[in-house]
């Protein structure tokens, strides 16, 4: 696949951050894109704004991906609304740092349910679809805590690595078959998520980063984009963009 017209494309968590660049650099690429989102209805009508801006198509649902009903009618409202899918980012995302001997049950379950429950709930039910299209994409974006681990972070770390291990099993399922199945793993990104970061610890991050500065939202975009578009032989990898952090 080099080339993304006409291609339909879902965004989990697409209204803001990371998964609003993705949305958009689809969209730039010709693809039809569904921006998933809970909460920030405005933030995804945002999006869907630049997106028209550009002349691309776009459509919002709202859906808890961690939500496996929710989930359905997710993949539901892309397929009466564009007739098809061939490609999922399952990018929602959610942290609630605490360590470990302070962190609640609530805490460590819900940061599972929706960092990795909910890339099986989409991709469960958008998998015959995927399957359907000349060349399926699953795209789901860890991180490199996953990797490395964080302090504070042992739900975080766990979903997120969670996501490499789940990202390669399915990929041996489906190499047979059009669909590849792929993981990003961003360093720390320019993200709000980052933002509400202190000030002197974001310091000290930027210092211990080869590249010497954080991450944009709009090249974890662009890796995607790659694997959409040229990653037909690329499948059960990690695609590490995090300034040489994590080797």
Not at 178 to 199: A, L
Request: one cysteine or more; aromatic letters at 6%; charged letters at 20%.
């Amino acid at each position: 696949m080099t080339d993304l017209t006409n291609k339909v494309a879902i965004v989990t968590g697409g209204s803001r951050g990371i998964g609003a660049a993705i949305a958009l650099e689809l969209a730039k690429n010709g693809a039809k894109v569904v921006i998933n989102y809970n909460r920030s209805a405005g933030s995804a009508e945002q999006v869907i704004e630049s997106i028209k801006k550009i002349g691309g198509e776009a459509y919002a649902v709202q859906a808890d991906v961690s939500n496996s009903e929710e989930s359905e009618n997710l993949i539901k409202e892309t397929i009466n609304h564009f007739g098809k899918l061939d490609i999922l980012i399952n990018n929602a995302g959610i942290t609630r740092d605490s360590t470990f001997k302070k962190l609640s049950e609530e805490d460590w379950r819900t940061v599972i349910d929706v960092n990795l429950n909910s890339v099986y709930n989409t991709s469960s039910i958008a998998l015959p679809y995927l399957l359907e299209s000349d060349a399926g994409r699953i795209i789901n974006i860890s991180s490199i805590i996953g990797q490395a681990g964080g302090f504070g972070q042992t739900n975080y770390a766990a979903a997120k690595a969670g996501i490499i291990g789940y990202t390669k099993s399915l990929a041996l399922e489906l190499a047979k078959s059009n669909v590849t199945v792929n993981s990003i793993c961003p360093g720390f990104i320019d993200t709000e998520m980052v933002q509400e970061i202190p000030e002197n610890i974001r310091e000290n991050i930027v210092a211990k980063i080869p590249a010497r500065r954080f991450g944009q939202p709009e090249e974890i975009a662009r890796g995607v984009v790659f694997l959409c578009k040229d990653g037909g032989y690329i499948t059960g990898q990690q695609l590490n963009i995090n300034g040489g952090l994590y080797m």
